[in-house]
Structures are given as C-alpha cells and as structure tokens.
C-alpha cells in the first residue's frame, strides 16, 4: 500500500499566538517535497506541529497517515504508526548510549518477545554508520552529547534509516553542514527513498536540493503556503531571492510576526 | 496527551514467607535482653561488657539534632534480635527451603554463586548461609559473618571493632554495639588480591525487628578487595529499624571497594554509620546505592591518615512519596597530598526529599590535598524537593576544593525527541533517569547493574502523570 498523507486546514499557535494559519499538503510515498522560505514564517513550527511538540497547541485541522488522524495521537503512537522528524537542535541525553536508545527506539515498534537481536542491531547500525562516513565509537557515545552540530545531523539521518519511517520530515537538517557533511546527509536521504516512503524537508537554502531533488517545492510565509511548484521553483528562488514572490502576491512582511 | 499511569508505590518485595525463627527476643530494650543476645550466641566476657557499656552509652546520647524527622521511631516498639535457624547452612542442600524461596523470589539464581567468590546470606540477624571457594581460602581470606568470627577470630575482632567508629560517635553507633548481631568479617592478609567481589545478600524478615548488623573489614598492606552488598526488605505496616555499623581499615597501599544497593521498604528507618580508615597510599572507594526506606541517614565516610591516601564516594538516592533521602559523605584529609572524589546523584519525585550533606575537612597536615565535590539532583515534578549542605572545614592554606551542584528536571525538550523516537512517556523519562544515574550502574558488577536497572524501572514505574 503506498503511503498517504494529508495536511488540511492545519493551525497552530503558541502560547495563544497563532503561527501556523491554515496549512494544506497532500503527499504520497515516493515523493520529496520541499518546504523553502525566510526565517520567521512558520517552517519549523509546521515540523513540530505535526510530530506534536507539547508546546505547540494545534487548534484547527486535520493531519491523515494512510486515513489515520495523526492529531489525536501521543508523541510516541506517531512515530511508530510511520511519522519521523529529523530536528534541527537535537536533545543531548546524558548517559544513553546511542546504541542502547536505538535499540530501544526499534523494539518500541515491536511485540514484546520479538524484540531486534543484538547482534543483528549491532550489524545494521554499523553498516549505517559506514555510509554515513560516522566513526563506529559514536555507537558507544552519549545520545548526541558533545557532538558537533554536524554530527548530530548525521545521528539524525542514522536514526531515520534505522527506524525506517513512512514519513520523513527534515528540519532544516543542511544547516550547520559542510558540504562534504552535506552529500552525505544527502546520500542518506537518496539511500532511503522508495515507492512507500514520502519525505518533506524544510531548508532555506536551495544547496541541499542540489543533492536530494524534490519532486514539489512549496514556498511558506505568514504561517501559510503560498505558492506551490516543481523543482525549477527552487532553483528561481535560490537566483532571485524571495521578493519577487512577495511583490507577486503582495506581501510586505512574509514573517508571522505582526498577526 | 499524557496517559494515566496508576500510582504504584507498593513495594515489589513485600512478600514474606512462612518461615518460622527459632529465637526472639520481645520488645524493647534492657541490660537483661543485651545479656541474653550475648548468652544465646555464647560470647567471650569482654564482648558482654562491651555491649553494656555501649547501652550506658546509647541512653545517655541525645538523638541526632539535623538530618530527618524521627518522631514516630519509638526504641520500646524494636525487637532487638532474632534468630532465623539454630544453625548455620554449610553447603546449599542445608539452607532450609522456605529461605531458599524467599531468595528465589528475590531472584538470585543458584548458578550465580558458582562465579562469586564467596556467598553469605543474612537472614533474620544472623547468617544461614555461607560459602567460601578454596582458592580465597588458600589465600588466607577470612570471610564470614561477624558472629561467627568472634568465636574463631576473637583477638583480630577484638583488636579492631570500634577503633574506626567509638560507640559514642553517635546514638545509633551505640545502639548497634549493644546489640549488634551478623554482619561480615573480612581480613585479606598482606599482598593478597581478591579478583571477583565478595558477596553478602540479605533481607530483614520479621516485623518490628531491627536489624544492626556489624561489619568490619581489614585490608592489610598492599591487598586488593571489593565487598559487594544488596538488600531488599518486605513491606509491614509498623515502623522498623535498620541500624548497621561498617568500619573499615585500609593499610598501606590497601584498596578496598563497598558496594552497597539498598532497597527498603518505605517504613524503614535506615540510619548506618560507615566508615573507613586509610593509611598511606591506601584507596577506599564506597558505592553506595540508597532506594526506599522512611528515613536514610547515611553519609560513608573516609579518614585519609596517611599521606597519598585517596577516597572515593560515589552514591544515588532516590525518594519517591512519604521518603526522605539524608546522605552524603564525609572526607577528613589528616594527611599530606591526600586526595578524595565525592560524586552524588539523587533523584526525588511524588513529593519525596532528597538532601545532600557532606563534609569535606582538611586538617593542619593536609598540604596539597585535593577534593573534588560534585552534586547532581533531578527533579522529576513539582511536589518533590532536594537541599544540598555541604560543610568544608579548612586548617590548611595550601589545599584544593572544587564543589559543583546541579538541579535539574527532566525537560520537555528530551522527552519529546525521545518520544518522537517512539518511546513512551515512561519509558523515555526511565532512559533519561537511567542516564542521569549511570555513572553510578557503570560502577557495578553485573548481576547488580541488572539488578539496579530493574529496581529503577518499577520505582520509575507511575511517576508519569
């Protein structure tokens, strides 16, 4: 079954401040779609939202996984019904190895008693861990602690092609990468793409999207998509900038600043 | 979105057995009862003198004037001993089965003891089971209960019980000499390395019995030991006391480790002095677990005597509902280019209390000692509480002190990228607390590491709300 999924009509806010007003998306498996825009109009928050980050409040709309409302369900029941989000600041934990919080995050995924054998575990996060070019001691090292931003952009990717998601949003995952960290986040995402697996990832640069083609690129600003095209829109913005899309639609200050 | 968990602060080990004790004496405590524990066990003259002198003692002292609230600790409702069998096991076939399943139930499996170097029970104050393999024998260790080394070993218990802590030191030092009972006896001659841990585990059985075991352990010059102890204890409704003295003597370049898991039932007082003697270039290391219990007042301490002597506190505590954690250590630098490490980690939640307090003192002769302090606390919901007091006293220009404290709350921020993972809400705050925790499990052997991990899983168990 290929994979569906549905944003309508999605609002947010926090702390009684709407950020997100109104935001419609339909994706299949299969499909990359890029989220592009300046900072300050909503991007980050749509991430959140949708993985259902306590601190944002959603007050009206409906996010389908495969017919599955996503809103009504806890943090955790999201990602193991498929949804994944790849974090722009990743927690650190103190004490967890991340070979140990793998372990668990799959097993969660799975019935008691059928539970990933440790030997199998070990074999597939350091054949991950290869094509991501990551040195294997960051098997043993504490959940992201003291790792650069770089490398906790790559354990984000590694937990993303181990957890093996229906749905894959990338917060910002370029960001603080060079470029030779950047093809290799790229090739991750090239690596995991398939006909059952949709990806929706937020930049504001167009050079991730050098590497990792989108099928559709939507532009966001004042907590909205407003404009909607393929990957010749990606390229557009990255040459001219985006006032020529405010000047197009009328906008003069495309943050969610002012509401 | 937070689900509702139930409120389990039942305790997992409040069964008891059946088991039927030869000998108790009642309730409360006299001269003639302290007599009748001495006579019963057949002890030399000088011990009972030792004891009497000691309840003199004990009801001549004040109680404590800081730490935890003792209001509902009433000495005339303790009974003061019991003893489990009217012998001792030699070999496991002989360890009567009711205890065998009491041990069962703990869940150490017999198989287990093939890889201990030796194993001795305590069960209702006095030892019923004890093994010792050949090689430590060989070796001329001496490891067995305190009872039973009064009798072999008099003059070495003689020479040294109470020289590490009087029986004045404080009120329940003095109750625990007068009526003292089990407890492990540990001497590893000179130069002798014992490579696996020694292993005590017992459990108090009988309500309203106190339990004051005594443990004395002397590790002569250049030898090598890790004593490894771990208790569960049954739930009962009235309150019981747990009063244990643990002296230790580190010689000359000696190095000696105590492991201690205590899990009490949440009506115990648990108020243990321990403490440790280190002369020159000696090492004592404490590892010091404290969950459960009403009341815990329990700060391990060393006295580094000789120059170059270093300790090591490592400890958790954890308090949930009703309990009150008061631990610390005590470093006391006597010494030259003595050095010591305190690391402590407490966790308080559903209202508990934890309170960290320490000592670190530095007398006249302490030139270019060192002592490093670290206290981490987390917090896991707004009716729990921790206060850090820590006392320095410094005779000495020409020393190093560093002190640093945390205080911290599990973050929304780590529990939404756990959960994003697909863990729940329990089992993320569990990995964050485990995490917080580690640098203590990392310390212990590995029946215990497992055992620890599954202490922490169900007292996290219900701390979500």
Redesign the interface.
Known sequence: MTTNFVIEGLKASIEGKEILKGINLKMKGGEIHAIMGPNGTGKSTLASAL?????YEVTAGSVLLNDEEVLE????E???SGL??G?QY??E????TNSD??R??IN??REEGSEISLIRFIRQMEAKMKELDMNPEFLHR??NEGFSGGEKKRNEIL?MMM?DPKIVILDEIDSGLDIDALKIVANGVNAMRSEDRGFLIITHYQRLLDYVKPDFVHVMMQGRIVKSGGPELAQRLEAEGYDWVKEELGIEDETVGQA | ???KSPELEEYKYGFRDEHESIFKTGKGLTPEIVREISRIKDEPEWMLEFRLKALEQFEKMPMPNFGGNMDDLDFNEIQYFVRASDKQGKTWEEVPSEIKETFDKLGIPEAEQKFLAGVSAQYESEVVYHSMQKDLEDQGVIFMDMDTALREHPEIVKEYISTVIPTTDNKFSALNSAVWSGGSFIYVPKGVKCELPLQAYFRINSENMGQFERTLIIADEDSHVHYVEGCTAPVYSTNSLHSAVVEIICKKNARVRYTTIQNWAPNIYNLVTKRAVAEENATMEWVDGNIGSKLTMKYPSVVLKGRGAKGMVLSIAIAGKGQHQDAGAKMIHLAPDTTSTIVSKSISKHGGKVTYRGLASFGRQAEGAKSNIKCDTLILDNESTSDTIPYNEIMNDNITLEHEATVSKV????L??????????A??TQ??V??????FTKELPMEYAVEMNRLIKFEMEGSIG
């Not at chain 1, 369900?73 to 955790?76: G, I, K, L, R, S």
């Not at chain 2, 973050?411 to 780590?414: A, G, M, V, Y």
Request: hydrophobic fraction near 50%.
């Open positions: 993985m259902g980050h306590p601190k369900m806890a943090v955790d999201r990602a193991r994944f989000l974090m990743p927690s934990i103190s004490g967890v919080f793998l668990s995050a969660a995924r504490y959940l937990q957890l | 979105m937070a689900k973050s929304e921020d780590q939404f990228y756990l959960m994003s993972r697909g863990l729940t809400d089992e993320a990995m964050i485990m995490g917080f925790i580690e640098p």
